[in-house]
């Protein structure tokens, strides 16, 4: 098979065919990636911003493969690198989340220092007429991002790629409190892009791991899928739309894609190279949901429309009981014995994002099922 390059108004995005996690094959393909994109400027100061969702080892599928942050720190190894994120459900101290991801070791064979996002500066972001002073991280005054997210499916955003991963940039808990201001999957995939373009110009390169990605109930408890590229590119909203190309969804019907394509305008790429998408590649089961609830909603079938309810429900068997959900609900509809108050619950589904354990759950009610 070809490598495929998507040609965008001067902005390419490329894709490059790569099996498997040696360092020495993916420093290989990067490197070709990233002489084919021909950067006008490599920045001298660069932060790597992985996808650190979770605690979790490289191979549950959950985080940016650190094999991906070894080979671009050697590409990269002239300039001042460091790696930052921070976890919205931080439970645990952030060493834990360096180990386990696989970062902690990078660090200290190169030498480079890892930093949780949390001194910050406002943004003014618009949203509905209305200014909302957020938060992002300092270190965007003296660096510019190296984006490396993980290909996933997300509940609320349907992928979470290039554009989801910079939502990281506004540090901890934060993000999960601005669920409750932002309640719907449009309104908060508005704010998302509102929030990308003001930062915009600081992302010189977005490098996405999706040599094994994850399908269905993503961000964290869907099913692994080996995909089997790299995605290289210089804007992730075009990142984004060549994702979903390789997919083989339509990335208008991505909302953020769709805000973007509507307020702000992007070219349909040309595509060159023997071009094959992933068949059958699984959306989450809530696309379909939010969907048909909101069609309902808007003609008005109200007898039918109450009936037609989702709600995140919690495993027993499966709970240890580490109290990230209750931390991180927006709206604390988690009672500190682990009781939801359905009344508070604004479907957001940061606890099932979240949860270490896969012990959340999204259950259906009956006139859902039917329907979906």
Known sequence: MYDIIFFVMGKEVIILECKDYSVDLIYEKLKKGIELLKINKIPEKILIKPNMLS?????????????????????????????GDSP???????????????????????KIELKKFENSFPLDICVNNKVYKIPVTSLLNDFSILNAPKFKT???????V??????????????????????????FSFFLIEFYKKIEEKIFLTVVDGITGME????????????????????????DYACCKLIGIKPEKVDFIEIYMDKYGIEKPEIIGDFKEIKNFQLPSTKKYFFI????????????????????????????KCFTCYNICPVK????????????????????????????????????????
Not at 63 to 70: F, G, K, L, N, Y
Not at 171 to 186: C, E, M, Q, V
Not at 302 to 307: D, H, N, V
Not at 337 to 344: A, G, Q, S, V
């Open 55 to 83: 605690a979790r080892q490289p191979e549950e599928g959950v985080t940016t493969h650190p094999a991906i942050i070894s080979a671009l720190i050697e590409i990269f190894k002239n300039k001042k690198i460091i790696i």
């Open 88 to 110: 919205a459900g931080i439970s645990k101290p952030i060493e834990e989340y360096w180990e386990k991801c696989g970062y902690k070791e990078i660090g200290d064979k190169y």
């Open 154 to 160: 997300h509940n609320l955003t349907t992928i979470t």
């Open 162 to 187: 290039g554009v989801k991963n910079l939502y990281g940039l506004i540090p901890g808990i934060i993000k999960s409190y601005l669920h409750s201001k932002f309640i719907t999957p449009y309104e």
């Open 216 to 239: 269905g109930d993503g961000p964290s408890a869907g099913n692994l899928r080996n995909i089997g590229y790299l995605i290289i590119g210089e804007k992730p909203i075009y990142v």
């Open 293 to 320: 609830r909101n069609k309902l909603l808007s003609k008005f079938i109200l007898p039918i429309a109450k009936f037609f309810k989702i709600a995140p429900v919690i495993d027993k068997k499966k709970c240890k």
């Open 333 to 372: 509809a988690i009672s500190n014995d682990l009781k939801f108050n359905r009344k508070k619950c604004i479907l957001c589904l940061c606890c099932f994002e979240v949860c270490p354990y896969k012990a959340i759950e999204i259950k259906k009610s009956f006139i859902a099922r039917i329907f979906t």
